[in-house]
């Protein structure tokens, strides 16, 4: 895919882009085959992201969820690549892909339940192989290698696709990874979130290569660069590298590592305190490229888009959160004992010990809390 010049965005240097800042299309790019329903359908997922994602930092900030992890800024790099996305394709997650779990219809429930700590909300949506929830850094990639290769081996025919951040290219196991999906040309998608920040480290602390995409070409397939915060690029860039993954007959190798250069316009988690590390006027200057007024613009170019339907989505939006919220905190709690399910197939007798030990302790203390000295 040959990637248009840039002129104005010195920040985002080269990457692939369809729409400029104020929703027009750039000279020399091609808009997606979408038709109109699927353009606001997209557009209409990362409204509902971005709501999802305000009201769930809410909920952590009032003692009703544990951490959580802010993905506004995302909108467009989650959604326009799980938009690509074919039903028998594999996600394997990092920790900020509420969106993309979203778009492959896990409900607002269950990720709302995964981050109030219950186990029950790691479950796929019926029928998806998708993989739960990451957090250890990098740890997916091999995950998704495995996964892939995995895959070509029992001749399923779909590809895979893995997310992390530019901070997990700086761990081993993004190197092994890509090493060995290089070497067995498997059918998997890097798809590496560059929001210029790893918790409060910089891109430049990351590497000294000129990009993240470069680093593909060390282990003998392609990569490329995108606009992250451009839903309809990340879109034809991801569809790209899925259908060279699964074209089993192709004479180029079928990896690829997308970096998507985008921002996180919020914390880290609710954890982290973005301002003692990073110049507010540096998030005023990313606001530019926001992915939702950006889309916006462009539907309403075309006549897709107007006061009334924006209105209306917002209310649908709101409704869906809502109802997800009551659902989730009206669960009954999780038994105990979940946190020792779901790991081995045969627990191991440590594991056996430390759930004995826990069922003792709370056999001691009763419900109300109270904790003998």
């Given at each position: 895919m040959s990637l248009p010049s840039n002129a104005g965005s010195p920040r985002l240097g080269d990457p692939y882009r369809v729409l400029d800042p104020d929703g027009s299309v750039v000279d020399g790019a091609e808009v997606p085959a979408l038709d109109d329903d699927e353009l606001l359908s997209m557009y209409r997922d990362m409204r509902l992201a971005r709501r999802f994602d305000r009201r769930a930092v809410t909920l952590q900030r009032g003692g009703r969820m544990g951490t959580y992890p802010p993905l506004e800024g995302e909108e467009a790099a989650q959604v326009g690549s799980a938009h690509a996305l074919a039903t028998d394709d594999v996600v394997v997650p990092s920790f900020r892909e509420h969106a993309v779990a979203m778009v492959r219809g896990k409900s607002l429930a269950r990720i709302l339940r995964y981050w109030m700590g219950d186990e029950r909300g790691t479950a796929p949506p019926e029928g998806s192989d998708d993989f739960l929830p990451n957090v250890p850094v990098g740890t997916v990639v091999?995950?998704?290698?495995g996964a892939a290769w995995a895959s070509e081996y029992l001749g399923e025919g779909g590809a895979t696709i893995t997310y992390f951040g530019e901070g997990a290219?700086?761990?081993?196991?993004f190197h092994e990874g890509a090493n060995f999906a290089g070497v067995f040309d498997l059918p998997v998608v890097f798809f590496c979130n560059?929001?210029?920040w790893a918790i409060s480290v910089p891109q430049r602390g990351q590497t000294a290569s000129e990009t993240f995409a470069v680093k593909a070409r060390a282990y003998g397939f392609e990569g490329v660069r995108v606009d992250g915060m451009d839903p309809l690029a990340t879109y034809a860039v991801t569809k790209d590298a899925l259908e060279r993954a699964r074209d089993a007959d192709?004479?180029?190798?079928?990896?690829?590592?997308?970096?998507a250069v985008e921002y996180r316009f919020g914390a880290h988690t609710t954890a982290d305190d973005p301002s003692?590390?990073?110049?507010?006027?540096?998030?005023?200057e990313w606001r530019a490229f926001d992915p939702l007024p950006r889309m916006a613009k462009f539907l309403r170019g075309r006549g897709l888009l107007d006061d009334e339907t924006d209105d209306a989505i917002e209310a649908e939006v709101d409704e869906r959160i809502d109802a997800a919220i009551a659902a989730a905190e009206d669960v009954p709690p999780p038994d105990p004992d979940d946190v020792f399910e779901y790991v081995y197939d045969r627990m191991p007798a440590a594991l056996r010990d430390q759930r004995e030990e826990l069922r003792a302790f709370l056999e001691r203390h009763p419900e109300d809390g109270s904790v003998e000295e």
């Open positions: 091999p995950h998704a290698v290219t700086s761990e081993g196991d560059n929001n210029q192709s004479v180029d190798p079928r990896p690829t590592l997308i970096e003692r590390y990073r110049d507010e006027v540096e998030v005023a």
